[in-house]
């Protein structure tokens, strides 16, 4: 099929996607299946790359959490937790927030997006739902804040992220290593931007529309009503399993790809236990937004591989043209990296934009500052579900449509933007 037939069809797709995520006529789950299918049946995709969106690990890994995180509000918790937030919420909606907020920012540090958000899922339904801080609201909120502050310290995830970024140019900086992201950089010039944003979330929270959470797929009504019939034996193989994969989320590091294997484990000894049925168990983990995730990532390998992502870049390029100021490239590469990661997956974007930051830098004398700018802005990721995947489950578990959530995340995206390039101009002057 010719190059541009297929652009034009990954395109269409894409723009399927966006107004069915934003009409909500059909679930997140059947659009993901809608693109895959179409997108397989007209040659973009291969059948391996189809169905790859179902053994991703994000997607086992989204599954997975979904099924450990629900077991947990079937304990007695989170009826305790649930009293401490409601005297919480009644003192001060303020106080709350601050809290909230404290607790997303350390756990950023520790675990990744998808576990973080199923983590906090658990503490979010325990709040009062009638109150202006409703539970959709705050879930939101908390996505916010977790790509605010995403990768800011060298602990846990964020100490591996600069590593993981060189992997895309290191090839083409061999022999200049001081283009290469240490463990600090991120922390420097990250700081600004982070503060900016949460301040923001704090003032700003009620620019988010209220909506009812969906739960279905965590079944968090059916756990209330099971958590005084849960014996001790069962919350303690719960916890138990818990705090295992909590704190193998914080030594990832160290452990590697043996993080999206203990999640599994968790969920078989929760099975076996018969802390969960075996039919409470496929109900979760065939839910709608594993099907969702998995229509995503499919969709996200097609922007890459249609020459999609490749456009934008090349664009970036023409449009700096010859000698242009530190701002003026800070500035182009921050604003399209965000309109590459609203659509494309974070990581897509860094995958595609990293190399040309760098080609761009070494051809016109720069210094790293282009391609940390590419990252930092890279987590900007919130308009829109494809983005990350807080944003996918903070759109998803919290029935939010994204054309009604502009009027919270165009002043966030523009704020972060303009904090990224301030803080980035201040710290890593591009010809410093």
């Given amino acids: ?197 949460t301040l923001y979330c704090l003032f700003a929270w009620k620019l988010i529309p209220k909506t009812k959470m969906d739960m279905d797929a965590m079944q968090q009504q059916g756990g209330r009503e099971q958590a005084s019939k849960m014996t001790k034996r069962q919350e303690q193989i719960i916890f138990v399993v818990f705090i295992i994969i909590m704190l193998a989320f914080i030594f990832s590091t160290q452990l590697g790809n043996l993080i999206y294997l203990l999640p599994i484990a968790g969920c078989i000894v929760l099975i076996l236990t018969k802390v969960v049925s075996q039919q409470e168990a496929s109900c979760i983990l065939a839910g709608d937004m594993v099907f969702c995730v998995a229509g995503v990532l499919v969709v996200s390998s097609a922007l890459s591989s249609s020459g999609a992502g490749q456009m934008i870049g090349d664009f970036v390029l023409r449009l700096l043209g010859s000698n242009p100021s530190s701002v003026m490239v800070i500035t182009v590469f921050c604003v399209v990296t965000v309109v590459m990661t609203t659509f494309l997956s974070n990581n897509g974007t860094v995958a595609i934009m990293t190399p040309i930051a760098a080609s761009t830098a070494l051809a016109g004398g720069m210094n790293k500052a282009v391609v940390l700018v590419v990252f930092l802005s890279s987590c900007l990721a919130i308009a829109f579900p494809t983005g990350c995947a807080a944003s996918m489950m903070a759109y998803s578990i919290g029935n939010h449509n994204p054309v009604k959530l502009l009027r919270f995340t165009i002043p966030y995206l523009i704020l972060g933007c303009i904090s990224v390039i301030i803080s980035a101009s201040i710290f890593y002057p591009v010809y410093g």
């Fill in 1 to 197: 099929m010719n190059m541009n037939v297929q652009l034009v069809i990954t395109l269409a797709v894409l723009a399927f996607m966006a107004v069915s995520f934003m009409m909500r006529k059909i679930s997140y789950g059947m659009t993901g299946m809608i693109c895959m299918l179409v997108l397989a049946m007209t040659g973009i995709v291969d059948l391996p790359t189809a169905f790859s969106g179902f053994s991703n690990k994000t997607t086992i890994l989204v599954a997975t959490m979904m099924l450990v995180a629900g077991s947990i509000g079937k304990t007695s918790l989170v009826s305790v937790i649930r009293g401490h937030m409601s005297t919480i919420q009644k003192k001060s909606g303020l106080l709350l927030l601050l809290a909230i907020f404290g607790f997303t920012i350390l756990l950023t540090q520790l675990i990744g997006m998808t576990a973080l958000m199923s983590v906090m899922v658990m503490l979010v339904v325990t709040l009062d739902d009638t109150t202006d801080l409703s539970q959709s609201r705050v879930f939101f909120l908390i996505a916010a804040i977790n790509i605010a502050w995403f990768g800011r310290f060298p602990v846990g995830m964020g100490a591996a992220l600069p590593l993981m970024q060189n992997a895309y140019y290191e090839g083409l900086v061999e022999s200049n290593p001081e283009y290469l992201l240490t463990v600090f950089d991120y922390m420097k010039a990250g700081m600004i931007p982070s503060i900016v944003l």
